[in-house]
C-alpha cells in the first residue's frame, strides 16, 4: 500500500511552520519572538537541508543549510529590521516552495530496474 502524505513529506509540517512564523515576524513584536523564530526557522531549515540531503536534492540541502546558518540562534547575524522584512518574505516563500515540490524519491520495486539503474548498468 502507498505511503500517506506525510510519511512522503516528512518536511511539510517543520516547513509550513517555519513559513508562518516567519510571515508574522513582519509585525511589530517583542524581542522574545525574534528568539524563538531563530530556533524554529534554524531547526526547520536543518531538518529540511538534513532531508534534502538523503533524498539526493543537494540544491536544497545547500539551501537550506544556507538558511539555518542565517537564523542560527547560537551567533546570530545583526541586520536592520527592513532588511530582516525582506529575508523573512523570501525565505517563508522558499519554506512554501520546498513543502510543494520535495518529496522521497520513489524506490523502485525488487524486480524492476529504475531508468537510472539501467543506465550505469547495474
Known sequence: MGKSVLEKRSHL?????????????????????????RFVVCGAASYIAFMAYNWQKIWAAWLF??????????????LS?????????????????????L???VKSSEGHKTMHEELKGG
Not at 70 to 77: E, G, Q, R, T
Open 65 to 78: 543549510g544556507f538558511i539555518a546558518i542565517l537564523f542560527n540562534p547560537l551567533i546570530p547575524i545583526h
Open 13 to 37: 509540517i517543520p516547513a509550513i511552520i517555519a513559513a508562518i512564523i516567519l510571515l508574522f515576524a513582519l509585525a511589530p513584536w517583542p524581542y522574545g519572538y525574534y528568539q524563538l523564530l
Open 81 to 101: 529590521r527592513e532588511i530582516w522584512q525582506t529575508i523573512d518574505v523570501v525565505c517563508a516563500a522558499l519554506f512554501v516552495v520546498i513543502a510543494i515540490i
Open 103 to 105: 518529496k522521497e524519491p
